[in-house]
């Protein structure tokens, strides 16, 4: 059974630095095809998909964000840490971590979610 | 960047009927779109992927259809716990996936 559970702050003040852990079980992040993503979801709108890290290291983000997030593993912990700079009030939303679907890197939907963290951007 | 549509913004259904969401991409996204279920203060649940495929645990009342453009879900015989809000999402043209704006599904 697959779990993945979100931490870190829950409220950060503009142009600061957020973290967030997802940590999981259930699946090796060392393990070929397999990959954790995380994605966002402001209240009451869509889900927004942030960034993808694979098995092998390598990584992918949203091209309107990528300058902003930084996407790593650690195996060893079973965790991927998400680092988004300069947060803004727009950035408040519910942050969850996901495990990708598919076999082959190409082919990502997200088959089990973490219950997601709220993180509001106030001063 | 690829945009998902999603109709109608609202579907008022009775338990028991059937409902049919609709979901449009700006471009073709082939057969590589899956579908989600949100309910109040719960993360997204895959139901759908590869268009067609049910996920793990879905039940055979739910059924997708469709390709290139536009997608189908169906919902046969509402439950009560089916009342929720549905998103489409595409993952053919990527960075970045993108997820339609949802259909909320509701107790007509």
């Known amino acids: 059974q697959i779990t993945l559970n979100e931490s870190g702050p829950t409220l950060v003040k503009p142009t600061q630095t957020l973290t967030l852990t997802c940590t999981f079980s259930?699946?090796?992040?060392?393990?070929?095809?397999?990959?954790v993503g995380w994605l966002r979801q402001p209240p009451g709108k869509a889900p927004e998909w942030l960034a993808l890290?694979?098995?092998?290291?390598?990584?992918r983000y949203s091209p309107s964000l990528r300058s902003r997030l930084t996407i790593n593993k650690d195996t060893s912990k079973n965790q991927v840490v998400l680092k988004m700079t300069n947060m803004d009030p727009v950035d408040t939303a519910t942050y969850y971590c996901?495990?990708?679907?598919?076999?082959?890197?190409?082919?990502?939907?997200?088959?089990?979610w973490g219950q997601g963290i709220l993180v509001t951007v106030s001063s | 960047e690829l945009v998902m549509t999603q109709s109608p913004a609202t579907l008022s259904v009775s338990p028991g009927e059937s409902a049919t969401l609709s979901c449009r991409a700006s471009?073709?996204?082939?057969?590589?779109l899956a579908w989600y279920q949100q309910k109040p203060g719960q993360a997204p649940r895959l139901l759908i992927y590869?268009?067609?495929t049910r996920a793990t645990g879905i039940p055979a009342r739910f059924s997708g259809s469709g390709s290139g453009t536009e997608f189908t879900l169906t919902i046969s015989s509402l439950q009560s716990e089916d009342f929720a809000v549905y998103y489409c999402?595409?993952?053919?043209?990527?960075?970045?996936?993108?997820f339609g704006p949802g259909t909320k599904v509701e107790i007509k």
């Open positions: 890290i694979y098995w092998d290291d390598d990584t």
């Open positions: 996901a495990h990708r679907g598919g076999t082959t890197w190409r082919y990502n939907w997200f088959d089990s």
């Open positions: 259930g699946f090796s992040l060392s393990s070929n095809d397999v990959g």
């Open positions: 999402q595409q993952y053919n043209n990527w960075p970045p996936v993108t």
């Open positions: 590869g268009t067609y």
């Open positions: 471009q073709t996204v082939s057969s590589n």
